[in-house]
């Protein structure tokens, strides 16, 4: 099943690219004055939210082990289509009182429609993982850590010269858990702000 969602985010992701890049080439010559910033850095901040795999069997049913946190990430872009992102987000949650640590880095493509910037992005880092519930030393192995690897792509929107908003952020994370590994869902949203010096074009 989680193959099937991976499957589509890629369909989803790889289509927006398509008819972003199909309004770009129409209007090839004014791709710098449509940047929806024009700044080289910024600073995102906004709410995150896991879905994991690992689930706790009660007897009203199966509770399915989530998190939710903040996510904090940093933007330096020195070309027109490409940043630079780190990235260092935490959230807890139940049902296993369960903890979840991440940094990671990598790099982000950016397409430019007017004041809308859709993206994508790859990064590695690495995680932790951690449980005081009893249950959890049986799923989480009470503390976990390795690498992580987390792709994706979200919407971000200018509202105002210094400031963007992230409509949405839809991530597939990989994490080293569990007996068979697993692949995790993340969806946020929050607020960007723009700094550092302004670039050409604008």
């Not at 995102?44 to 939210?49: I, S």
């Not at 519930?133 to 992580?148: C, I």
């Given at each position: 099943m989680k193959h099937r969602y991976t499957l589509l985010l890629?369909?989803?992701?790889?289509?927006?690219?398509?008819?972003?890049?199909?309004?770009?080439?129409?209007?090839?010559?004014t791709i710098a004055p449509l940047r929806a910033n024009a700044f080289a850095d910024s600073v995102?901040?906004?709410?995150?939210?896991i879905r994991t795999d690992y689930a706790l069997v009660t007897p009203t049913g199966n509770e399915l082990a989530e998190t939710?946190?903040?996510?904090v990430e940093f933007d330096m872009r020195r070309k027109e289509h490409i940043a630079y992102i780190a990235t260092v987000r935490y959230g807890m949650g139940s049902p296993f009182s369960?903890?979840?640590?991440?940094?990671?880095?990598?790099?982000?493509?950016?397409?430019?429609?007017?004041r809308f910037e859709p993206y994508v992005h790859l990064m590695g880092g690495y995680s932790r993982l951690a449980s005081n519930?009893?249950?959890?030393?049986?799923?989480?192995?009470?503390?976990?850590?390795?690498?992580?690897?987390?792709f994706g792509g979200g919407l971000d929107v200018r509202v105002k010269e210094r400031w963007s908003v992230r409509v949405i952020s839809l991530e597939d994370i990989y994490l080293p858990f569990g007996q068979w590994r697993s692949s995790y869902w993340?969806?946020?949203?929050?607020?960007?702000?723009?700094?550092?010096?302004?670039?050409?074009?604008r």
């Open positions: 890629l369909a989803a992701v790889l289509l927006l690219g398509g008819c972003v890049c199909f309004a770009q080439d129409a209007a090839y010559d995102y901040v906004g709410f995150d939210h939710s946190g903040v996510n369960e903890g979840l640590a991440t940094g990671a880095a990598g790099a982000s493509y950016l397409f430019h429609l007017s519930h009893p249950e959890g030393g049986m799923y989480l192995a009470n503390v976990n850590t390795g690498a992580a690897v987390i993340s969806v946020g949203a929050g607020a960007i702000y723009h700094f550092g010096s302004r670039r050409a074009g």
